[in-house]
């Protein structure tokens, strides 16, 4: 038991992240119905889209599971009205300040646990009213903060009361492990959950995370002050061109339009953005969403419970 | 006892890294003496300044302690000779492959432990000879890869048989205790003997440290191909500019040059690269060095003693 099984009432403490067009209601009620917490991602969906998935996950599971809000989203308000309405058990928010929303959210019983990349918004969004946060590396798959997991996870600890969830670089029982080490009271996996057999998206994109290595990921955008880590391939080549001879803003968003979805639902292997973690060089198998967690907490609490003195 | 802690003969299982022009013999005899692996780093140094600072060492502890050699210091085959002469305990590398110098040490009886970026350098480092690989993530201080500790220690760990240390964020217990739930055999730091009272550099340099927040840290040169984590200063914002307008390598290189000896020696807040990790954003005290490792591990140990089951 942790806080944050507690908090939620869960078994496992495991979020799956709110991955846009990747986590849909199929993933999300697999990881719930495992005893973790599923959750949907609305990306850049809209309040109708969100509602349906609510409801379609409600029909397969009877367990809390989550909606992840993309507060860059511009129906961002019109979403997040609709999580109050459907009382959701947990809101987690990225890519902004979630403050504005959180009292009508708590008003409606939801629990709210932000992303965060940097101790300031983790202190801002306690200050906020917040129930816990999640410290994500910049190891993780997507939009990505510039600290990693090993050093903003206990920055962020002793910056705030609120329980910490930690992110990024987690696919297997030692990075569940050490991140309860660091002081985390629950963890959340995405790229792992893209080689889960529930997960509804292209099968070239599962294999991509197969077949990933160390080295296999990239960072593209962070000049244009929007960093995202993928899967090399020809399309984070051209955006490395576009980068190197300083193209505009619009020419480099231009490529970027709709490579999510050509990933997820064309398994477009030149044209698409393969979204995925460091850590999916770790991923060698498509397993059961089940499977995954049972084997990570099983292999997490043998490393804890074997633990002792190292000198 | 760990594999590394038996293997060299100290008591905590903790190297200081070898950081060019900061780690002199002050700082490698006290951490030695405390009863960790005290590193004296080469950087650009020549093999009479490492044969001068190795004597000075020796008479300061009779621990054992090592050097680290960057191999792209021109001088580097004139180095690896004397400390084979020298036949110090362990010699350290990085930026390069130390394969061509390890039968020459192994000869000698040296314990040789490289620091590698990625997988593959880990795997070569072993069929090369290697004793033990430091596998160290991009939240390091100065010369950095792309992969974060968390991502790249388990994926080190799968694919070498050697023992493990892991590198980048480690500046506290916790740090520490994740570690070793990762299954590192022991740890290297170097921003926290920054903040050390033995270490001999400007005091404005170990104020940076001390100053430091979480996101006080940049990494320049990416573009170059030569990332360097440092802290942000006037410097730093000249670096980002000229990568900014796509300057010449020739252009960003001589920005750079004398700049480390401009921080370490003369303490020049503007034109001095102050490089340290991201975690020197949770370092806030200047403490002996024998402090900060005993600290370290009476909290890594008390964890590790404490942990068990999460769920």
Not at 113 to 138: F, L, Q, R, W, Y
Not at 182 to 192: K, P, Y
Request: hydrophobic fraction near 45%; aromatic fraction near 4%.
């Amino acid at each position: 038991m942790t806080k944050i099984t507690d908090m939620i009432g869960i078994k496992y403490p495991i979020f799956q992240g709110g991955m846009a067009w990747v986590a849909d209601h199929h993933i999300a009620a697999a990881v719930s119905n495992a005893g973790g917490l599923g959750i949907i991602g609305c990306g850049g969906a809209d309040e109708n889209w969100i509602r349906d998935q609510i409801h379609k996950c409600r029909e397969l599971t009877d367990k809390p599971f989550g909606v992840n809000v993309m507060l860059m989203n511009p129906r961002a308000p019109q979403i997040a009205e609709v999580l109050a309405e459907e009382k959701v058990a947990v809101v987690t928010t990225g890519a902004g300040s979630a403050g504005k929303f959180i009292p009508m959210w708590k008003e409606a019983g939801i629990i709210v646990v932000p992303v965060v990349p940097s101790v300031a918004m983790a202190k801002k969004m306690e200050k906020d009213g917040a129930d816990a946060v999640i410290a994500e590396g910049t190891e993780s798959g997507g939009h990505v903060g510039e600290l990693t997991t090993m050093c903003l996870v206990p920055q962020v600890i002793d910056a705030v009361s609120i329980p910490v969830i930690a992110a990024g670089g987690i696919a297997d029982g030692r990075g569940v492990a050490a991140a309860f080490a660091m002081g985390a009271e629950a963890v959340q996996c995405g790229t792992v959950f893209c080689a889960s057999e529930e997960v509804n998206i292209h099968q070239n994109y599962k294999d991509m995370i197969i077949k990933a290595k160390d080295r296999s990921t990239q960072v593209t955008g962070r000049k244009a002050g929007a960093p995202v880590r993928q899967i090399k391939n020809q399309l984070t080549k051209k955006f490395q061109e576009l980068e190197d001879r300083n193209a505009s803003f619009e020419e480099i968003e231009s490529l970027g339009v709709g490579a999510l979805r050509r990933a997820v639902v064309d398994g477009d292997l030149d044209n698409g953005t393969f979204m995925a973690g460091q850590i999916a060089g770790m991923i060698t198998e498509i397993k059961p969403a089940k499977q995954i967690i049972e084997e990570m907490f099983e292999q997490a609490n043998k490393i804890l419970s074997a633990a002792g003195p190292v000198c």
